[in-house]
């Protein structure tokens, strides 16, 4: 079956690290996108990409980045990991295109903790 | 900007009670709008779909609907049961296809 996936599960490192996310999808998916999610603000967009090559800041990207080489992986890297990202990180995907019906579907989450 | 807002924020109830989630949205020109289950440590399930074009949407005991033109939708849980205690969450699509989401209601049903 189709799924997305997500590792790792659980992570903590310590300020000032570089921390890479891995997102991988095999429905065949067009966009994929990066959310973070924390009490008391929800799920907030990140980055998020449209097909291979293309990438896009969300409402709260500064501090990451992600790139798109293939159709099934958007990893997220965090370049210098600061406290104020300890969140829960989703990542999701959709066939793409203007389709009304478009549904997102969404992975396990990563916990990150940085200390 | 768009704004999605969940009414109430956390509902306690008896198992078998009818129940009602309320979601609004301050701009209306939007592709569909989609309800999320998320249980406690895990990830989002998507519940149901509905396009701009449809008034409502109905799996098993749930059945979400749609008013555009007020920025309203409702989920609507039928007979309750213990099972269904989670957080939901409703999310609003525009033509980018990104999702913004409501801030969810935590439901919790007891025995």
């Known amino acids: 079956d189709a799924e997305i996936t997500q590792s790792p599960r659980h992570k903590i490192t310590e300020t000032g690290r570089q921390v890479t996310l891995a997102c991988h999808q095999t429905?065949?998916?067009?966009?994929m996108f990066w959310y973070r999610q924390d009490l008391g603000h929800g799920l907030r967009l990140i980055h998020y990409s449209y097909g291979v090559h293309d990438t896009n800041k969300g409402e709260v990207s500064d501090g990451y980045s992600v790139s798109r080489s293939n159709t099934e992986d958007l990893p997220l890297t965090l370049e210098s990991a600061a406290s104020s990202q300890t969140s829960v990180y989703f990542c999701a995907s959709s066939v793409g295109g203007r389709l009304s019906y478009n549904e997102q579907f969404f992975g396990p989450g990563t916990r990150l903790t940085v200390l | 900007k768009q704004e999605v807002t969940q009414i109430p924020a956390a509902l306690s109830v008896p198992e078998g009670e009818n129940l009602v989630l309320n979601c609004s949205f301050t701009d209306s020109a939007i592709y569909n709008l989609q309800w999320f289950r998320q249980d406690p440590g895990k990830g989002l399930t998507s519940l149901l779909l509905i396009q701009s074009s449809q008034r409502e949407q109905t799996s098993g005991r749930l059945n979400a609907s749609l008013d555009k033109s007020s920025g309203r939708s409702t989920l609507y849980i039928a007979a309750s049961q213990p099972g269904d205690s989670a957080t939901y969450l409703c999310a609003v699509r525009h033509n980018t296809d990104k999702l913004i989401f409501g801030t969810g209601t935590r439901l919790q049903v007891f025995p």
């Open positions: 429905w065949n998916h067009n966009n």
